[in-house]
């Protein structure tokens, strides 16, 4: 795997995610965002700057949440132009959010905190 961009708000989650993905070696390089606005904007209006082989995307953040960030995200026609895998982390569990999750483009979704064994079953 390439590049990964990981976006979530909670710095602890941001440096356990990091240390999980290189003790895995599956990222050549790890982006981070603390909002989806800012993630957004590493991805750029063009789907140029940064096409991630891998999102890592929390639900719950301020400025823009996880579902704003997909909103904006298919506005762009990502999910047309790449293969990329977003994988939505999050402290709930509720069925309605994970059916919202993948009704746009969420590939897996997995219970906070992220571990080697949670993040290796739904990579496969």
Do not use: C, W
Request: charged residues 25%.
């Amino acid at each position: 795997m390439g590049e990964v961009l990981i976006i979530d708000d909670d710095e602890a989650s941001i440096f356990l995610t990091k240390r999980i993905l290189k003790g895995l070696g599956l990222a050549e390089q790890v982006h981070y965002a603390g909002n989806g606005k800012k993630g957004l904007e590493l991805i750029g209006k063009e789907a140029d700057q940064l096409i991630p082989d891998l999102i890592l995307l929390d639900i719950n953040m301020p400025v823009m949440d996880g579902f704003g960030f997909l909103q904006e995200l298919g506005k762009l026609g990502f999910y047309d132009m790449s293969g990329t895998r977003i994988v939505m982390l999050s402290s709930t569990e509720d069925p309605r959010e994970i059916e919202r999750a993948k009704s746009h483009g969420v590939t897996a979704f997995i219970p906070k905190p992220l571990t080697r064994e949670k993040l290796l079953a739904v990579l496969g």
